[in-house]
């Protein structure tokens, strides 16, 4: 990424695509197949997402998604509130403040987006 500004500027930028786009510069990405049947999948609560998340795939096993499922519910109260949460729901607000928290779940859901194989993201 390009990066514009003052030096500052510039190193916050730098160490904010470091840390957001810490991708390995030999993995091929390019060819990853599309991922069909996400529309069609049966809108669950974000503690149901969570528990069928953990239950079918064993890196989450350990991991407890309660206070993940406080945060992200807390936050899109927190957002209707002040009526921000736009076309999204409660729970799909809730889901993508889950899924950017440093977890088992952001770890294991991007390297089950990177495969070829889209079976692997059938627990998702």
């Excluded at 470091?18 to 503690?47: F, K, M, Q, W, Y």
């Excluded at 149901?48 to 899109?76: K, M, N």
């Excluded at 209707?80 to 889950?98: F, I, K, N, Y």
Aim: proline share 9%; aromatic share 4%.
């Amino acid at each position: 990424p390009t990066t514009k500004g003052p030096p500052l500027v510039m190193a916050q930028q730098s160490a904010l695509a470091g840390r957001v786009c810490a991708l390995d510069p030999a993995e091929d990405l390019s060819n990853l197949n599309p991922i069909h049947g996400v529309g069609a999948a049966p809108d669950l609560s974000l503690t149901d997402a969570c528990a069928a998340a953990q239950a079918g795939h064993p890196a989450l096993t350990a991991w407890d998604p309660t206070v993940s499922v406080f945060a992200g519910s807390r936050h899109a109260k927190r957002l209707a509130s002040h009526g921000t949460l736009g076309p999204l729901t409660l729970d799909e607000v809730g889901a993508v403040h889950v899924y950017t928290q440093e977890s088992p779940l952001y770890h294991t859901l991007n390297a089950a987006l990177r495969q070829r194989d889209r079976q692997t993201l059938t627990p998702f």
